[in-house]
């Protein structure tokens, strides 16, 4: 009998960016703080029993507005991207920030997404398994964002 399981990798590197200059060009030096290293992780775990399960794509533009993903139940995962694009058509480019409010209001918590970045979580509880429970608003104009979910 087949599964459904989600196989998830993390990885975080800090580093210090060093300008230009003289006949030096731009370039990326690690940090030599131990705590600041070594971040990452990876896990694989199964979200269902069974291999007929419906994932759902929930993408949309999100705008400076605070407003919720939608409203459906999410019973294994959500899967958020700022595409770094204003529209589905991926043709105009945009560095606005997501924020994305975890519980029903921003007032109750939650973080930001640069361009380009994403999170997937996993093993939702009561205040955030529900599309209703996620806000997403943009620092500035419009933000296309992926948004799927099991």
Known sequence: MASTRMRVNASSQVFHR???AGDMPLHDIATTDTVAQDMGGSADFELESDETVVHVDASAVFDASESAIGSAAIADYIYIKN???????KSTATTSTLTVGVGGTFANGGFTLAAGEAITLHGLGGGSDNLSEFQLD???GNIYVEVKYL
């Not at 595409?83 to 058509?89: E, I």
């Open 138 to 140: 943009s620092s500035s």
């Open 83 to 89: 595409t770094g694009f204003t529209s589905s058509a």
């Open 18 to 20: 060093v300008a230009a």
